[in-house]
C-alpha cells in the first residue's frame, strides 16, 4: 500500500436526505489506491446510499467529491463511469437469457454500421475476463448457464474498464457460498495489486478481516469512524456498528441437534418427490417443532426442493403428504392453504411488491388466504404493521415507507414479517440472513428456534454452514441435485457435515 | 403538496379552465332552462362521460401491467346491439324493450371482457396482442350488426339515457357517478385493489404470495369490457343511433391518455381512478377548447398532441429533473472536465 500518494477518491461532509429519512449526516469517506476498504454498519446505515451519491444515482444535498485531488460533479452512473469509477450495485441487474459478452458490453456493444461485431464483441469480453479476472469460460453460452459467483464476476467485468481507478463492490458475497467467496477475493487481490482502490460492502465479519486494509463505520446515516483493519478487533467493530457495548450475539449453543426434543406428529412427507432437471426424488420428513436445514453448494438443488414443497414448481413423481394427508400440491396458493410458507431467496424478484408500502406487503400473504372480500380493516393492518415493525426492528419504522425505498436487509425482514404473519405449520426460509446485519442476523436465528419451540416447522436453507448448524434439528445434505444424506445428533458437526457436501 | 399525485393532473386541468376563462368568459355561464342546466362545463361533462367511462376501465387493466386496445370496439358493438334490438321492436318506447336491449348489449360486453381475459390469463398472450384481435374483429363484428349502416332508433326513453336529464343534471352524470363508485367501492373496500397493484407490481412475487393473478386479471378485462359497453350505451343513445365504423373510434388512445395523465404508469402498479378521471376531463375540456377557439380543422389534431406531449412532460420526473439539473449545473464548472476525461 502507498498511503503517500494520497487518496484517490476522498467524500467530505455529505448530507443526503430523502423524504422523511436522513440517509446520510456529514459523512467523509477517504479511498487510497491498491486498498481494499470496507464500509461497514448495520442494515439501513446508508451504505448503500453513500455509493449511490457518488456513483451519480442520486444527487448530493450538500457536500464534496475529490477525484485524484480535483472537485468533480457526477451526475448520472454513466458519468461515474467514464470518470473512473466502476460499480456493482447491491441489486445487480445482469440478463440471464442473452450470452456472458452480450451482458458485458450491453449497451456499447462494438458496432460497425450500426451492426454488432459480434466476434469482436466475444473476443474482448474473453481477454477481459482473462486477463483481469483470471477467469476461463466460454462467452458465448447464456449467463444463468454459470454459477452465482462466476455472475458476479462478470458483472465486475462488466463495470471495470480499461481506466477504472476504482471498484466499488455492494454485497458482492451475500449469495456466494465459501469457495466462491475464494475465488472473488483472489479477484479483488490481484485487482488491488494492480493498484485499483476497492470499497466493499458486507455483512461478514470474517470477510472483513480476511480482505480489507481499512475499515469506514456508517451508524443512522452518521460517520462513525475510520480505522486500521489490524487495529480494530471485532468487537470493537461491532459495538461501534449497532452503537452499544458488544453484548455476545454467540450466545446460541454452535449446534442444536434433536437430542432433547420428542418428534412424533409428522408436518410434512415428501416420497421420492422429484422434478426432472431441478431435483432428483428425495424422502424427507418434517417432524412438528422441529427445523430441518438444508445444506450444499449453491446449485446443488436446495432452493429446488424448497419450490417443490412449495408447489411454486410442479412435482413430476412422488407424493407429498402434509399432517399425513397425501396432497397434490400444484400451486403456492394451495401449498398455503395447507400452512405452508416459503420466503424466497430472490427478494427483489420473488420477494417484495416495490411500489407497494411497508405494511402492504405485510399483510399481502396473509390477505390473499382471505381472498377478495374478507378484508382485514385499515385498521387491523396498521396493527399488523406496527407490530411486525418493532418484532423484528423494520427500519424506519414507518408501515407507509414504499418497499422499495428501505435498505436492502430491511426488504429482507419484511418479507419475513409477511410470512410469519400466516402462521405457517411449516416455514420454508430460504437464505433468510442474506443481507442481514450482524445483529439481525443473531435475531433471526434466535427466532426461528422459538418459533420452533412453539410448534411450527422450519426448513432452514442457508449458505453459511455454522447458521445451518446453529438453528437445526437434523440437516438434509444435497449434493449435484441429490438429497445425499439426512444428518442427526453426533453427525451434526461442521466437519461431518462439510464432507457430506463435498462427497467425501 | 406537489407529491400528492392529484397534484399535476390539477395543475394542468386547473391552467386549461383558466385559459378558457380569459379567452371566452362565456366559457364558464350556466343557464337554467326548464330546469336544467346548460353550459361548456355541463357540456364538458356530458360529452366526456363515455370517455371517463372507458377510462375508468382502462385503469384497472393498466395497473396489471396490461392494457386494452379493444374497448373502442366494444362502444360500436354495445351501441349496435342495442340499437339493432330497439328498431326491431314494435314500440320503440316501451319501457321493457329498452330494459331488454340494454341488457343484452351489457351482456356482450361482458363476454367480450371474458373473451380478452382468457386470451390474457389464460392463455398467456400478450395484453397488447391479445386485445388488438378484439381491437380489429370487433369493428367488423359492429358493422355485421349494424348491416354496414347507420341504424337509427326513435325512442325517447333509449335518449334518455346519453341526452335525458335527472334533476338539473345530464343522466350521463350520474351513470359515470355510479360506474366510479362501484369501482372505487370494489378495489378500495375489498381486497382487489391491493392485488391488483400487487400483480401489476411484481406477478411472479404476487404468485408466491397466494394471489391468483387469472382471476384478478379475469376480473379487470371484464370490468373494462362493462365500462366499455356502458359507454357504448350513453353515446349512441346521445344520437339515438349507432355507427359500427365511426363510433369509439380511438377511444382506446384516449383513455389510455387520460389513464397516464390521471398518474397512473404503463408499467402498472399503483393506481389512480380520481386522476383518471381528471384526465379523461382534462382530454374532454381540451377537446372543447380546441373547438371553441376555432383552431383551424386541420391542425386540431396537431394542437392536441402538442399540449398533450406539454402534459406529459410536467408529469415526468425525469423531464423535470433533468430542467433542474440543467440549472443547477451551472455552479459546477468542473463537471465539464469530468466529461472531457472520456
Ligand atoms: N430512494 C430512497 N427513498 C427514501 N429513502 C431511502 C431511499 N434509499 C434509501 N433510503 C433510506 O435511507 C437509509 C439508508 O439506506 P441504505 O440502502 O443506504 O442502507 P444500507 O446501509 O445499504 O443497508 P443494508 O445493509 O440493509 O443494505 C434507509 O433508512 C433507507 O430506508
Ligand atoms: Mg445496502
Redesign the pocket.
Known amino acids: 500500500m502507498k498511503k503517500e500518494q494520497g487518496p484517490i477518491l476522498t467524500m467530505s461532509g455529505i448530507h443526503k436526505r430523502?423524504?422523511g429519512?436522513k440517509?446520510l449526516t456529514d459523512v467523509s469517506f477517504r479511498l487510497f489506491p491498491g486498498e481494499v476498504h470496507a464500509l461497514m454498519?448495520?442494515?439501513?446505515?446508508?451504505?448503500?446510499?453513500?455509493i449511490k451519491v457518488l456513483t451519480g444515482v442520486?444527487a448530493i444535498d450538500s457536500g464534496e467529491i475529490e477525484l485524484s485531488g480535483k472537485t468533480v460533479h457526477i451526475g448520472s452512473p454513466q458519468e461515474a463511469q467514464l470518470a473512473g469509477i466502476s460499480t456493482v450495485y447491491?441489486e445487480v441487474n445482469l440478463c440471464p437469457n442473452l450470452s456472458v459478452s452480450e451482458n458485458i458490453f450491453i449497451g456499447r456493444e462494438p458496432r460497425r454500421l450500426g451492426k454488432i461485431r459480434w466476434k469482436q464483441m466475444h473476443a474482448e469480453a474473453k481477454k477481459l475476463l482473462e486477463d483481469r479476472l483470471q477467469l476461463h469460460i466460454d462467452v458465448t453460452k447464456p449467463l444463468h448457464s454459470y454459477s452465482v459467483a462466476v455472475q458476479q464476476l462478470i458483472a465486475i467485468a462488466r463495470s471495470l474498464n480499461i481506466s477504472a481507478k476504482v471498484l466499488i463492490l455492494?454485497?458482492p458475497t451475500s449469495s456466494l457460498d465459501r469457495n466462491e467467496v475464494k475465488q472473488l477475493f483472489q479477484v479483488m487481490n490481484n485487482l488491488k495489486a494492480e493498484g485499483l482502490a476497492i470499497l466493499f460492502?458486507t455483512?461478514f465479519l470474517d470477510q472483513v478481516y480476511e480482505i480489507s486494509d481499512r475499515i469506514t463505520i456508517?451508524r443512522g446515516?452518521e460517520f462513525i469512524g475510520e480505522y486500521a483493519a489490524s487495529e480494530l478487533s471485532r468487537i470493537e467493530l461491532v459495538s461501534k456498528m449497532i452503537g452499544k457495548a458488544f453484548v455476545e450475539l454467540d450466545q446460541l449453543p454452535k449446534v442444536r441437534g434433536t437430542a432433547s426434543k420428542e418428534l412424533s406428529d409428522v408436518t410434512a412427507e415428501a416420497v421420492q418427490l422429484g422434478r426432472k432437471g431441478a431435483i432428483e426424488p428425495f424422502d424427507l420428513r418434517i417432524h412438528k417443532g422441529e427445523v430441518v436445514g438444508l445444506a450444499g453448494l449453491l446449485g446443488s438443488g436446495r432452493t429446488e426442493l424448497a419450490r417443490l414443497l412449495f408447489g411454486a414448481d410442479r412435482s413430476d413423481e412422488g407424493i407429498l403428504s402434509v399432517h399425513g394427508a397425501t396432497k397434490a400440491i400444484g400451486s403456492p396458493r394451495q401449498a398455503i392453504d395447507h400452512g405452508i410458507a416459503f420466503c424466497s431467496e430472490n427478494r427483489k424478484t420473488e420477494g417484495i411488491i416495490e411500489e407497494l408500502t411497508v405494511r402492504e406487503n405485510i399483510v399481502l400473504a396473509l390477505q390473499a388466504s382471505r381472498g377478495w372480500f374478507k378484508t382485514i380493516s385499515r385498521k387491523k393492518q396498521d396493527e399488523i404493521a406496527d407490530e411486525y415493525i418493532k418484532a423484528i426492528n423494520i427500519?424506519?419504522p414507518n408501515p407507509e415507507?414504499l418497499v422499495?425505498?428501505?435498505?436492502?436487509?430491511?426488504q429482507q425482514k419484511v418479507i419475513l414479517a409477511r410470512w410469519l404473519l400466516t402462521e405457517p405449520k411449516l416455514l420454508i426460509l430460504d437464505e433468510p440472513t442474506r443481507?442481514i446485519?450482524v445483529g439481525a442476523k443473531a435475531e433471526i436465528q434466535k427466532l426461528v428456534l422459538s418459533l420452533s419451540d412453539k410448534g411450527m416447522s422450519v426448513l432452514f436453507i442457508s449458505s453459511e454452514l455454522e447458521e445451518v448448524l446453529r438453528v437445526s434439528d437434523k440437516i438434509a445434505v444435497l449434493r449435484d441435485r441429490n438429497v445425499v444424506k439426512v444428518m442427526t445428533d453426533d453427525e451434526l458437526s461442521q466437519q461431518q457435515v462439510m464432507q457430506a457436501i463435498a462427497g467425501g | 403538496m406537489v407529491k400528492h399525485h392529484l397534484f399535476w393532473p390539477l395543475t394542468v386541468l386547473g391552467a386549461l379552465l383558466l385559459f378558457n376563462l380569459v379567452y371566452s368568459p362565456a366559457f364558464f355561464r350556466i343557464e337554467l332552462r326548464n330546469g336544467q342546466m346548460y353550459g361548456s362545463l355541463i357540456d364538458i361533462l356530458n360529452f366526456g362521460a363515455p370517455l371517463i367511462l372507458v377510462a375508468i376501465g382502462m385503469t384497472l387493466v393498466i395497473a396489471t401491467k396490461g392494457i386494452d386496445l379493444s374497448v373502442g370496439s366494444v362502444v360500436a358493438i354495445s351501441g349496435a346491439i342495442a340499437c339493432l334490438l330497439i328498431s326491431k321492436g314494435a314500440d320503440q318506447n316501451a319501457f321493457g324493450l329498452v330494459m331488454l336491449a340494454v341488457a343484452v348489449a351489457l351482456a356482450l360486453s361482458v363476454a367480450l371482457g371474458i373473451w380478452n381475459g382468457l386470451l390474457v390469463s389464460v392463455f398467456g398472450i400478450q395484453p397488447i396482442i391479445a386485445t388488438l384481435i378484439l381491437m380489429v374483429a370487433g369493428r367488423g363484428v359492429a358493422q355485421l350488426i349494424s348491416g354496414g349502416q347507420i341504424i337509427t332508433v326513435n325512442s325517447e326513453t333509449y335518449n334518455y339515457i346519453g341526452a335525458g336529464a335527472l334533476g338539473s343534471l345530464p343522466f350521463a352524470i350520474y351513470v359515470v357517478l355510479i360506474v366510479l363508485l362501484v369501482a372505487s367501492l370494489l378495489t378500495r373496500r375489498t381486497a382487489l385493489g391491493m392485488f391488483i397493484e400487487s400483480v401489476g407490481g411484481n406477478p411472479t412475487a404476487s404468485r408466491l404470495a397466494g394471489i391468483r393473478s387469472r382471476a384478478v386479471m379475469f376480473a379487470v378485462y371484464i370490468f373494462c369490457g362493462l365500462c366499455a359497453g356502458v359507454a357504448g350505451l350513453l353515446l349512441s343513445s346521445n344520437v339515438s343511433s349507432a355507427d359500427g365504423n365511426n363510433a369509439g373510434l380511438w377511444y382506446e388512445l384516449d383513455a389510455i391518455l387520460a389513464v397516464v395523465i390521471g398518474g397512473t404508469s404503463l408499467n402498472g402498479g399503483r393506481f389512480y381512478l380520481m386522476g383518471t378521471v381528471i384526465g379523461a376531463l382534462i382530454i374532454q375540456t381540451l377537446t372543447t377548447t380546441i373547438y371553441i377557439i376555432g383552431v383551424r380543422p386541420e391542425i386540431t389534431l396537431v394542437v392536441k398532441a402538442f399540449v398533450v406531449l406539454i402534459v406529459c412532460l410536467v408529469q415526468s420526473e425525469a423531464f423535470r429533473k433533468t430542467l433542474v439539473q440543467r440549472f443547477k449545473m451551472r455552479k459546477y464548472p468542473l463537471e465539464q472536465e469530468v466529461k472531457r476525461h472520456a
Do not use: I, M
Open positions: 430523502f423524504p429519512v440517509a454498519g448495520e442494515n439501513g446505515a446508508g451504505k448503500s446510499t453513500l442520486y447491491q455492494d454485497e460492502v455483512h456508517l446515516g427500519n424506519p415507507h422499495k425505498n428501505l435498505s436492502g436487509g430491511n443481507g446485519d
